[in-house]
Nanobody, 123 residues
Framework: QVQLVESGGGLVQAGGSLRLSCAAS????????MGWFRQAPGKEREFVAA?????????YADSSVKGRFTISRDNAKNTVYLQMNSLKPEDTAVYYC???????????????WGQGTQVTVSS
């Protein structure tokens, strides 16, 4: 079992930045690929970014976040981060972190979820 707790969300103006953190406890964090997902009001949860257990491989959803968002992890701190720059109102959502087996499969198969943190971007 892995417990995930997100933090760092909040209200920010368009063009601003936020860094989300996801702290893990329980089974060995470094054995899992980690990902960030988001769910906007009235929409399904969508994949944002993922990082391999070594940190050597990353994946991003598409051009809507690539170049603005950066995923990273610190296995010594059992924490994964999402640095979000140049935020837009359409980035408004609840952001979740998840744990899975690999960067290529985590968007389809996620073993563990956090409870989410709200990000609101005002125009």
């Amino acid at each position: 079992q892995v417990q995930l707790v997100e933090s760092g969300g909040g209200l920010v103006q368009a063009g601003g930045s936020l860094r989300l953190s996801c702290a893990a406890s329980g089974r060995t964090f470094s054995h899992y690929a980690m990902g960030w997902f988001r769910q906007a009001p009235g929409k399904e949860r969508e994949f944002v970014a993922a990082i391999s257990w070594t940190g050597g491989s990353t994946s991003y959803a598409d051009s809507s976040v690539k170049g603005r968002f950066t995923i990273s992890r610190d296995n010594a701190k059992n924490t994964v981060y999402l640095q979000m720059n140049s935020l837009k109102p359409e980035d408004t959502a609840v952001y979740y972190c998840g744990a899975g087996s690999s960067v290529t499969t985590i968007s389809r198969v996620t073993y563990y979820w956090g409870q989410g943190t709200q990000v609101t971007v005002s125009s």
